[in-house]
Protein backbone atom coordinates (compact mmCIF):
# COMPACT_ATOMS: atom_id res chain seq x y z
CA UNK A 1 0.00 0.00 0.00
CA UNK A 2 1.76 3.66 -0.86
CA UNK A 3 0.52 6.85 0.40
CA UNK A 4 0.41 9.77 -1.20
CA UNK A 5 4.24 11.67 -1.14
CA UNK A 6 4.86 14.85 -2.96
CA UNK A 7 7.74 16.91 -3.34
CA UNK A 8 9.18 18.29 -0.31
CA UNK A 9 11.20 20.88 -2.39
CA UNK A 10 9.99 22.95 -5.09
CA UNK A 11 12.25 22.24 -8.28
CA UNK A 12 12.74 23.95 -11.79
CA UNK A 13 11.85 21.50 -14.01
CA UNK A 14 9.56 19.34 -11.73
CA UNK A 15 7.54 16.76 -13.24
CA UNK A 16 4.06 16.69 -11.14
CA UNK A 17 2.34 17.98 -14.01
CA UNK A 18 3.35 15.33 -16.47
CA UNK A 19 2.95 12.42 -14.10
CA UNK A 20 -0.39 11.43 -15.57
CA UNK A 21 1.28 11.49 -19.17
CA UNK A 22 4.65 9.84 -17.62
CA UNK A 23 3.63 6.58 -15.98
CA UNK A 24 1.80 5.72 -19.03
CA UNK A 25 4.93 5.56 -21.20
CA UNK A 26 6.44 2.96 -18.35
CA UNK A 27 7.16 -0.36 -19.47
CA UNK A 28 4.35 -2.92 -18.99
CA UNK A 29 6.54 -5.55 -17.64
CA UNK A 30 7.95 -5.02 -13.65
CA UNK A 31 10.99 -3.99 -12.76
CA UNK A 32 13.17 -5.18 -9.97
CA UNK A 33 14.70 -2.01 -9.16
CA UNK A 34 14.09 2.06 -10.23
CA UNK A 35 16.91 4.44 -11.11
CA UNK A 36 17.12 8.18 -11.17
CA UNK A 37 20.34 9.54 -11.20
CA UNK A 38 18.59 13.67 -11.55
CA UNK A 39 16.12 12.97 -8.57
CA UNK A 40 15.53 17.11 -8.21
CA UNK A 41 12.28 17.32 -6.57
CA UNK A 42 11.73 13.13 -6.97
CA UNK A 43 8.28 13.76 -8.74
CA UNK A 44 8.07 10.12 -10.29
CA UNK A 45 10.22 8.44 -7.56
CA UNK A 46 7.48 9.18 -5.01
CA UNK A 47 4.46 9.04 -7.48
CA UNK A 48 6.00 5.03 -8.30
CA UNK A 49 7.10 4.40 -5.13
CA UNK A 50 9.40 1.36 -5.97
CA UNK A 51 10.57 -1.09 -3.19
CA UNK A 52 14.48 -1.05 -4.52
CA UNK A 53 16.00 2.07 -6.01
CA UNK A 54 18.89 3.45 -6.53
CA UNK A 55 18.91 7.36 -6.51
CA UNK A 56 21.00 9.76 -6.57
CA UNK A 57 21.83 13.68 -7.53
CA UNK A 58 24.80 16.06 -8.34
CA UNK A 59 23.33 18.68 -5.51
CA UNK A 60 24.84 17.19 -2.86
CA UNK A 61 22.88 19.87 -0.18
CA UNK A 62 19.56 18.06 -1.80
CA UNK A 63 20.83 14.67 -1.24
CA UNK A 64 21.36 15.75 2.22
CA UNK A 65 18.05 16.75 2.80
CA UNK A 66 16.48 13.26 1.80
CA UNK A 67 19.23 11.39 3.65
CA UNK A 68 18.11 13.41 7.17
CA UNK A 69 14.23 13.24 6.04
CA UNK A 70 15.29 9.18 6.40
CA UNK A 71 17.12 9.25 9.14
CA UNK A 72 16.17 12.31 11.87
CA UNK A 73 12.32 13.32 11.10
CA UNK A 74 11.38 14.43 13.99
CA UNK A 75 14.85 16.47 14.99
CA UNK A 76 14.36 18.03 11.46
CA UNK A 77 10.36 18.65 11.99
CA UNK A 78 11.46 20.24 15.56
CA UNK A 79 14.63 22.42 13.85
CA UNK A 80 12.56 23.82 11.30
CA UNK A 81 9.26 24.57 13.39
CA UNK A 82 11.80 27.25 15.05
CA UNK A 83 12.18 29.13 11.72
CA UNK A 84 10.82 32.15 10.82
CA UNK A 85 9.19 33.43 7.55
CA UNK A 86 10.91 37.11 7.87
CA UNK A 87 13.38 39.01 5.45
CA UNK A 88 15.50 39.72 8.74
CA UNK A 89 15.53 35.22 9.34
CA UNK A 90 16.02 34.85 5.67
CA UNK A 91 19.27 36.91 5.80
CA UNK A 92 20.71 35.16 8.43
CA UNK A 93 19.93 31.61 7.03
CA UNK A 94 21.47 32.57 3.34
CA UNK A 95 24.40 33.93 5.37
CA UNK A 96 25.84 30.89 6.58
CA UNK A 97 25.94 29.66 3.00
CA UNK A 98 28.78 32.01 2.56
CA UNK A 99 30.54 31.07 5.33
CA UNK A 100 31.85 27.61 3.91
CA UNK A 101 33.33 26.77 7.50
CA UNK A 102 30.25 28.06 9.66
CA UNK A 103 27.95 25.68 7.50
CA UNK A 104 30.01 22.87 7.36
CA UNK A 105 30.30 22.79 11.36
CA UNK A 106 26.54 22.52 11.50
CA UNK A 107 24.34 19.08 12.13
CA UNK A 108 23.35 16.92 8.58
CA UNK A 109 19.85 17.84 10.19
CA UNK A 110 20.69 21.51 10.46
CA UNK A 111 22.04 21.81 7.04
CA UNK A 112 19.41 20.20 5.90
CA UNK A 113 16.62 22.31 7.54
CA UNK A 114 17.95 25.62 6.08
CA UNK A 115 18.07 24.30 2.43
CA UNK A 116 14.34 23.55 3.00
CA UNK A 117 13.58 26.56 4.52
CA UNK A 118 15.48 28.67 1.89
CA UNK A 119 13.95 26.83 -0.71
CA UNK A 120 10.35 27.28 0.47
CA UNK A 121 11.02 30.68 1.10
CA UNK A 122 12.96 31.94 -1.59
CA UNK A 123 11.56 34.52 -4.53
CA UNK A 124 10.58 31.59 -6.74
CA UNK A 125 11.14 28.36 -4.85
CA UNK A 126 14.42 27.94 -6.68
CA UNK A 127 17.35 26.61 -5.80
CA UNK A 128 20.52 28.11 -7.63
CA UNK A 129 24.37 28.68 -7.05
CA UNK A 130 26.63 31.23 -8.25
CA UNK A 131 29.92 30.54 -9.70
CA UNK A 132 31.08 30.51 -6.40
CA UNK A 133 28.47 27.59 -5.41
CA UNK A 134 26.77 30.28 -2.88
CA UNK A 135 22.53 29.65 -3.23
CA UNK A 136 22.17 33.51 -4.88
CA UNK A 137 18.10 33.77 -4.91
CA UNK A 138 16.32 36.82 -2.42
CA UNK A 139 13.44 36.42 -0.16
CA UNK A 140 10.20 35.52 -1.63
CA UNK A 141 7.86 37.29 0.68
CA UNK A 142 5.05 34.77 0.64
CA UNK A 143 2.32 34.78 3.39
CA UNK A 144 2.31 31.11 3.94
CA UNK A 145 5.46 29.13 3.28
CA UNK A 146 4.70 25.55 3.88
CA UNK A 147 8.34 24.98 5.18
CA UNK A 148 8.34 22.67 8.15
CA UNK A 149 5.35 20.22 6.43
CA UNK A 150 5.59 17.79 8.94
CA UNK A 151 3.44 15.34 7.49
CA UNK A 152 5.09 15.53 4.37
CA UNK A 153 8.43 14.69 5.63
CA UNK A 154 6.98 12.21 8.00
CA UNK A 155 5.54 9.64 4.97
CA UNK A 156 8.44 10.44 2.92
CA UNK A 157 10.56 9.07 5.94
CA UNK A 158 8.66 6.11 6.47
CA UNK A 159 8.66 5.32 2.72
CA UNK A 160 12.57 6.07 2.93
CA UNK A 161 12.51 2.83 5.71
CA UNK A 162 10.06 1.08 4.21
CA UNK A 163 11.86 0.63 1.24
CA UNK A 164 15.54 -0.39 0.22
CA UNK A 165 17.17 3.31 -1.20
CA UNK A 166 20.54 3.74 -2.10
CA UNK A 167 21.38 7.12 -1.84
CA UNK A 168 24.25 9.00 -3.98
CA UNK A 169 25.54 12.35 -4.74
CA UNK A 170 27.66 11.89 -7.68
CA UNK A 171 27.98 12.39 -11.37
CA UNK A 172 25.60 10.70 -13.19
CA UNK A 173 27.73 8.56 -15.57
CA UNK A 174 28.92 6.81 -12.38
CA UNK A 175 25.17 5.44 -11.17
CA UNK A 176 24.74 4.43 -14.90
CA UNK A 177 27.56 2.66 -15.40
CA UNK A 178 27.23 -0.29 -12.56
CA UNK A 179 22.93 -0.83 -12.75
CA UNK A 180 21.66 -4.87 -12.39
CA UNK A 181 20.04 -5.89 -15.20
CA UNK A 182 16.22 -5.70 -15.04
CA UNK A 183 16.39 -2.21 -13.44
CA UNK A 184 14.39 0.78 -14.81
CA UNK A 185 15.65 3.87 -15.21
CA UNK A 186 13.97 7.25 -15.91
CA UNK A 187 16.56 10.47 -16.41
CA UNK A 188 15.23 14.06 -16.18
CA UNK A 189 18.66 16.10 -17.00
CA UNK A 190 18.79 20.19 -16.98
CA UNK A 191 16.93 20.62 -20.10
CA UNK A 192 18.87 21.90 -23.46
CA UNK A 193 18.45 25.42 -23.73
CA UNK A 194 15.61 26.11 -26.07
CA UNK A 195 17.68 29.42 -26.32
CA UNK A 196 20.48 31.41 -25.04
CA UNK A 197 18.19 33.24 -22.55
CA UNK A 198 15.43 30.90 -21.78
CA UNK A 199 16.11 27.70 -19.78
CA UNK A 200 17.39 26.95 -16.28
CA UNK A 201 20.46 24.64 -16.28
CA UNK A 202 21.83 26.70 -12.98
CA UNK A 203 21.01 23.70 -10.55
CA UNK A 204 25.06 23.60 -9.24
CA UNK A 205 27.83 25.69 -10.35
CA UNK A 206 28.89 23.41 -12.91
CA UNK A 207 25.87 23.74 -15.22
CA UNK A 208 24.94 21.00 -18.06
CA UNK A 209 27.09 21.41 -21.14
CA UNK A 210 26.25 19.79 -24.66
CA UNK A 211 29.37 18.01 -23.86
CA UNK A 212 27.25 16.73 -20.82
CA UNK A 213 24.19 15.67 -22.82
CA UNK A 214 26.72 13.51 -25.49
CA UNK A 215 27.83 12.20 -22.26
CA UNK A 216 24.49 10.77 -21.31
CA UNK A 217 23.66 9.94 -24.50
CA UNK A 218 26.74 7.13 -24.62
CA UNK A 219 25.28 6.02 -21.18
CA UNK A 220 21.47 5.52 -22.80
CA UNK A 221 23.53 3.50 -25.54
CA UNK A 222 25.25 1.18 -23.11
CA UNK A 223 21.93 1.05 -21.08
CA UNK A 224 20.54 -0.56 -24.34
CA UNK A 225 23.49 -2.69 -25.36
CA UNK A 226 22.68 -4.47 -21.69
CA UNK A 227 18.75 -4.90 -22.36
CA UNK A 228 18.45 -2.43 -19.75
CA UNK A 229 15.31 -0.17 -20.22
CA UNK A 230 15.63 4.02 -19.89
CA UNK A 231 12.54 6.88 -20.34
CA UNK A 232 14.01 10.70 -20.74
CA UNK A 233 12.82 13.44 -20.26
CA UNK A 234 14.12 16.66 -22.37
CA UNK A 235 13.62 19.88 -24.24
CA UNK A 236 12.38 19.61 -28.03
CA UNK A 237 15.97 21.03 -29.65
CA UNK A 238 17.20 20.01 -32.88
CA UNK A 239 20.03 19.05 -31.03
CA UNK A 240 18.31 16.66 -29.05
CA UNK A 241 16.08 15.07 -31.96
CA UNK A 242 19.35 14.17 -33.52
CA UNK A 243 20.98 12.82 -30.60
CA UNK A 244 18.55 10.45 -29.85
CA UNK A 245 17.61 9.84 -33.32
CA UNK A 246 17.35 5.98 -33.35
CA UNK A 247 14.90 6.37 -30.10
CA UNK A 248 11.35 6.46 -29.45
CA UNK A 249 9.97 9.93 -29.26
CA UNK A 250 7.29 10.87 -27.74
CA UNK A 251 5.98 15.04 -27.70
CA UNK A 252 4.08 16.00 -24.63
CA UNK A 253 2.97 19.43 -23.69
CA UNK A 254 3.95 21.14 -20.61
CA UNK A 255 3.51 24.13 -18.91
CA UNK A 256 6.87 25.81 -18.02
CA UNK A 257 8.31 29.84 -18.01
CA UNK A 258 9.04 30.67 -21.73
CA UNK A 259 11.15 33.68 -21.18
CA UNK A 260 13.94 35.38 -19.17
CA UNK A 261 12.20 37.91 -16.72
CA UNK A 262 9.07 35.04 -15.68
CA UNK A 263 6.46 36.58 -16.80
CA UNK A 264 6.07 34.83 -19.73
CA UNK A 265 4.42 31.18 -18.99
CA UNK A 266 2.66 29.21 -21.88
CA UNK A 267 2.53 25.58 -22.61
CA UNK A 268 5.60 24.53 -24.71
CA UNK A 269 6.41 20.82 -26.53
CA UNK A 270 8.79 18.48 -24.30
CA UNK A 271 10.09 14.99 -24.99
CA UNK A 272 10.37 11.85 -23.90
CA UNK A 273 12.64 9.62 -25.12
CA UNK A 274 12.62 5.94 -24.94
CA UNK A 275 14.37 2.79 -25.82
CA UNK A 276 11.45 0.34 -25.18
CA UNK A 277 8.01 0.96 -26.47
C1 LIG B 1 15.59 18.70 -14.24
S1 LIG B 1 16.25 18.52 -12.65
C2 LIG B 1 15.37 17.16 -12.14
C3 LIG B 1 13.92 17.52 -11.88
C4 LIG B 1 13.21 16.42 -11.13
N1 LIG B 1 13.00 15.24 -11.92
C5 LIG B 1 11.91 16.88 -10.52
O1 LIG B 1 10.84 16.32 -10.80
O2 LIG B 1 11.98 17.85 -9.72
C6 LIG B 1 17.88 18.00 -12.97
C7 LIG B 1 18.74 17.61 -11.76
O3 LIG B 1 20.00 17.11 -12.24
C8 LIG B 1 21.01 17.42 -11.28
N2 LIG B 1 22.31 17.35 -11.97
C9 LIG B 1 22.93 18.29 -12.73
N3 LIG B 1 24.08 17.82 -13.23
C10 LIG B 1 24.20 16.53 -12.80
C11 LIG B 1 25.16 15.48 -12.99
N4 LIG B 1 26.26 15.67 -13.75
N5 LIG B 1 24.94 14.28 -12.41
C12 LIG B 1 23.85 14.07 -11.62
N6 LIG B 1 22.90 15.04 -11.40
C13 LIG B 1 23.06 16.23 -11.98
C14 LIG B 1 20.64 18.80 -10.77
O4 LIG B 1 21.17 19.04 -9.49
C15 LIG B 1 19.09 18.76 -10.81
O5 LIG B 1 18.55 18.47 -9.55
Redesign the pocket.
Same mark, same amino acid.
Do not use: E, S
Given at each position: MTTNIT?IVK??? @??TQLLEKMTSLLPTEEFTAYCE? !?? @? @? @???LFCIQPGVAYI????SG?MNVYNAIKYYPEALIAELSGYENTAEFYSKIREFDRDFERFAALSAVQQAAKFIYLNKTCFNGLYRENKQGQFNVAYGKYKNPNFVNASGIRSMSQYFNAANIIFTSV? !?SLVLNNLPTGTFVYL????NPISETSNFTS??R?G !?TQE?HMRLRKCCDALTARGIKFMLSNSNTDFIRSLYAGYDITEVLAKRFINCNGNGRGAVKELIIRNYT
Open positions: PWAG @GKP !FL @G @G @GAMNDINLD !FDPPYYTY !FD
